[in-house]
């Protein structure tokens, strides 16, 4: 997955198009990033007691985020500041890295 934790990225279809957030949680198994601020949705949850799960948790509606589909994120290069493809190159010392495709600048 060309996506890490802690990239800046910005949505491109679904109901939050066009808002940007940074990566929290990035699951390549499942192709799934979940981005703060990004696809909230509302949880009922029940009250547990004390003892139940490591301690008590209120009940209520909680607010969380959803994962969203890693097609539907596209990365912001930080050197040229626009949404863009990920491309890969080698380094001189044999390691790969990510680069933008419109600037040519390192991503890692």
Same mark, same amino acid.
């Given at each position: 997955?060309? /996506?890490?934790?802690?990239?800046?990225?910005?949505?491109? =279809? @679904?109901?939050?198009? *066009?808002? !940007?957030?940074?990566?929290? +949680?990035?699951?390549?198994?499942?192709?799934?990033?979940?981005?703060?601020?990004?696809? /909230?949705?509302?949880?009922?949850?029940?009250?547990?007691? =004390? @003892?139940?799960?490591? *301690?008590? !948790?209120?009940?209520?509606? +909680?607010?969380?985020?959803?994962?969203?589909?890693?097609?539907?994120?596209?990365?912001?290069?930080?050197?040229?500041?626009?949404?863009?493809?990920?491309?890969?190159?080698?380094?001189?010392?044999?390691?790969?890295?990510?680069?933008?495709?419109?600037?040519?600048?390192?991503?890692?």
């Amino acid at each position: 997955m060309k /996506i890490k934790v802690g990239d800046m990225v910005e949505v491109i =279809s @679904g109901n939050d198009r *066009g808002f !940007t957030g940074r990566v929290r +949680i990035a699951s390549p198994r499942e192709d799934r990033v979940i981005v703060e601020g990004i696809s /909230i949705v509302q949880k009922h949850q029940r009250p547990t007691p =004390s @003892g139940a799960r490591g *301690g008590q !948790t209120e009940g209520g509606i +909680i607010e969380l985020e959803a994962p969203v589909h890693v097609s539907n994120v596209m990365l912001i290069c930080p050197a040229c500041d626009q949404r863009t493809r990920v491309g890969y190159t080698f380094l001189e010392s044999g390691e790969k890295a990510r680069v933008c495709k419109k600037c040519g600048a390192a991503l890692d």
